[in-house]
Nanobody, 121 residues
Framework: QVQLVESGGGSVQAGGSLRLSCAAS????????MGWYRQAPGKQRELVAV???????NYADSVKGRFTISRDNAKNTVYLQMNSLKPEETAVYYC???????????????WGQGTQVTVSS
């Protein structure tokens, strides 16, 4: 019911910046939170940042002060501004939307296909 399309990935040098975008379509009114995750080769997928409908945000400790998550409700799009990128942050970055059923509180997650971010030294 929710489709997510990521864009903005690419290759940058260490210390550079990228802005990722995630456009949601379908039953967007049912989404109560969206977030960004990343997964490097041989590593587990980890949370990077999340934002709720109330625009509350949470960040992984490793990215605090460097990354910013934001939303454009008119475009049903969430962004991740990434500054001062480090080589170890090379990974596939995934967008996730959380849907909550009002009557039961049951949650369901929808995932995008991911976008590659490569940070070179």
């Amino acid at each position: 019911q929710v489709q997510l399309v990521e864009s903005g990935g690419g290759s940058v040098q260490a210390g550079g910046s990228l802005r990722l975008s995630c456009a949601a379509s379908g039953s967007t009114s049912s989404i109560d939170a969206m977030g960004w995750y990343r997964q490097a080769p041989g590593k587990q997928r980890e949370l990077v940042a999340v934002i709720t409908n109330g625009s509350n945000t949470n960040y992984a400790d490793s990215v605090k002060g460097r990354f910013t998550i934001s939303r454009d409700n008119a475009k049903n799009t969430v962004y991740l501004q990434m500054n001062s990128l480090k080589p170890e942050e090379t990974a596939v970055y995934y967008c996730k939307a959380r849907v909550v059923l009002d009557t039961t509180g049951i949650q369901y997650n929808y995932w995008g296909q991911g976008t590659q971010v490569t940070v070179s030294s």
